[in-house]
């Protein structure tokens, strides 16, 4: 059975920094692609960034684009977003999922399985 939990949310100050991990149980986390998506109070969910299964392609959002990095970590089971330079808008529940087998993380993919979120809140 699959599952994701993420960890790593908090409330900082504009300009700082987070690290969201999100950790996976389950058979072939290595074999998929993942993404972290999130919604803010009010809005739709949203894709933020997604990479492939290998780890070589990454997908961003254009509003996080030069300011958050994905990766991954296949021997830990772990997916990580860094997040530089936040913003009061970057505030939202962040979600990370799972995509397909073998693919490239790209926003349009199927992501089948979601973790329960963890919170982020920017303080201007």
């Known amino acids: 059975q699959v599952q994701l939990v993420e960890s790593g949310g908090g409330l900082v100050q504009a300009g700082g920094s987070l690290r969201l991990s999100c950790a996976a149980s389950?058979?072939?986390?290595?074999?998929?692609?993942m993404g972290w998506f999130r919604q803010a109070p009010g809005k739709e969910r949203e894709f933020v960034a997604g990479i492939s299964w290998g780890g070589g392609t990454t997908y961003y959002a254009d509003s996080v684009k030069g300011r958050f990095t994905i990766s991954r970590d296949n021997a830990k089971n772990t997916m990580y977003l860094q997040m530089n330079g936040l913003k009061p808008e970057d505030t939202a529940i962040y979600y990370c999922?799972?995509?397909?087998?073998?693919?490239?993380?790209?926003?349009?993919?199927?992501?089948?399985?979601w973790g329960q979120g963890t919170q982020v809140t920017i303080s201007s």
């Open positions: 389950g058979p072939n986390f290595r074999l998929h692609a």
């Open positions: 999922a799972r995509g397909g087998r073998f693919s490239d993380g790209n926003p349009s993919l199927e992501y089948a399985f």
